[in-house]
């Protein structure tokens, strides 16, 4: 059973910078795509970036374009999300999720497929 588990949240200041990071382990089936989610109080879990297993191909949502960077590093089965310039409407749950099915790239897999969901972080930004 694919298990995947988030670490790196935390407080940090408008402006600052934090590293969350995304551990599959467990899994009979490798992931062929790694995508981060987040999820605001009051508002629907939203899609930010993801990365293709096979290439390396990614992607980003259009808000996050600039400041965010994902990352993979197969050696440790791990994806990571480098996140700059924080801004106070960044705070949110963010999620890691996988998908184990073929695809020519994450970009076109639509986010209601992902189906194996690590437990969250919290990142709050403020001062």
């Known amino acids: 059973q694919l298990q995947l588990v988030e670490f790196g949240g935390g407080l940090v200041q408008p402006g600052g910078s934090l590293r969350l990071s995304c551990a599959a382990s467990?899994?009979?089936?490798?992931?062929?795509?790694i995508g981060w989610f987040r999820q605001a109080p009051g508002k629907e879990r939203e899609g930010i970036s993801c990365?293709?297993?096979?290439?390396?191909?990614?992607w980003y949502a259009d808000a996050m374009k600039g400041r965010f960077t994902i990352s993979r590093d197969n050696a440790k089965n791990t994806v990571y999300l480098q996140m700059n310039s924080l801004k106070p409407e960044d705070t949110a749950v963010y999620y890691c999720?996988?998908?184990?099915?073929?695809?020519?790239?994450?970009?076109?897999?639509?986010?209601?497929?992902?189906?194996?969901w690590g437990q969250g972080t919290q990142v709050t930004v403020s001062s």
């Open positions: 467990g899994f009979t089936l490798e992931p062929t795509a």
């Open positions: 990365i293709t297993s096979s290439d390396g191909s990614t």
């Open positions: 999720a996988a998908v184990t099915f073929r695809h020519p790239g994450c970009a076109v897999v639509a986010f209601s497929l992902y189906d194996h």
